[in-house]
T-cell receptor, first 111, second 115 residues
Framework: QQQVKQSPQSLIVQKGGISIINCAYE??????FPWYQQFPGKGPALLIA?????SEKKEGRFTISFNKSAKQFSLHIMDSQPGDSATYFC??????????FGKGTRLSVIA | DSGVTQTPKHLITATGQRVTLRCSPR?????VYWYQQSLDQGLQFLIQ???????AKGNILERFSAQQFPDLHSELNLSSLELGDSALYFC??????????????FGPGTRLTVL
């Protein structure tokens, strides 16, 4: 049973455009929702995270939107750049339990 | 650089063999997690150790085992290897499983190829 469903599997965006990646979860007890960025040959690195008591969190060009009633959260990358090309993973956890990851989205930003 | 180190970076072996992957957590981190990343399954949690004791178990096969030593480094042992075990294996660490910053910091991974 996949607890966190991520879409799309791959995404191509023009430079300067907005990249949007979506995740849906099933476990209403989840209370921590991070996004990780992974470049080829590297380990995943934390990008931004949110807790369910807020609906949006912004850090630079990266924004998480959180919809508790719909059990969905999304990552928006504004003014997407070629350097943003990577695989992005959403994840979720309850308390201090291990993170459950989505299957990833491969983002390509083309000039 | 996350501060988590993993060795070796690459490992090529044959079916039926046994290998050991090593992880050193960030300085001060007591909790270590092992994840397997394959193309079709994404990041799958295998097992977690906290200060030398097993804390949580995920989709870890019986052929796999792990331990965390007194100096807090951890080893993941994979035995009777099969072609399907080929994957990237990541170690991650956090300070404590009890509150505080829950985010795990990931190492660079070990790429295992079973031929």
């Amino acid at each position: 049973q996949q607890q966190v469903k991520q879409s799309p599997q791959s995404l191509i965006v023009q430079k300067g455009g907005i990249s949007i990646i979506n995740c849906a979860y099933e476990n209403t007890a989840f209370d921590y929702f991070p996004w990780y960025q992974q470049f080829p040959g590297k380990g995943p690195a934390l990008l931004i995270a949110i807790r369910p008591d807020v609906s949006e969190k912004k850090e630079g060009r990266f924004t998480i939107s959180f919809n508790k009633s719909a059990k969905q959260f999304s990552l928006h990358i504004m003014d997407s750049q070629p350097g943003d090309s990577a695989t992005y993973f959403c994840a979720a956890s309850v308390g201090n339990t291990p993170l459950v990851f989505g299957k990833g989205t491969r983002l390509s930003v083309i000039a | 650089d996350s501060g988590v180190t993993q060795t070796p970076k690459h490992l090529i072996t044959a079916t039926g063999q046994r290998v050991t992957l090593r992880c050193s957590p960030r300085s001060g981190d007591l909790s270590v997690y092992w994840y397997q990343q394959s193309l079709d399954q994404g990041l799958q949690f295998l097992i977690q150790y906290y200060n030398g004791e097993e804390r949580a178990k995920g989709n870890i096969l019986e052929r796999f085992s792990a331990q965390q030593f007194p100096d807090l480094h951890s080893e993941l042992n994979l035995s009777s290897l099969e072609l399907g075990d080929s994957a990237l294996y990541f170690c991650a660490s956090t300070r404590s499983p009890m509150g505080g910053d829950p985010r795990p910091y990931f190492g660079p991974g070990t790429r295992l190829t079973v031929l």
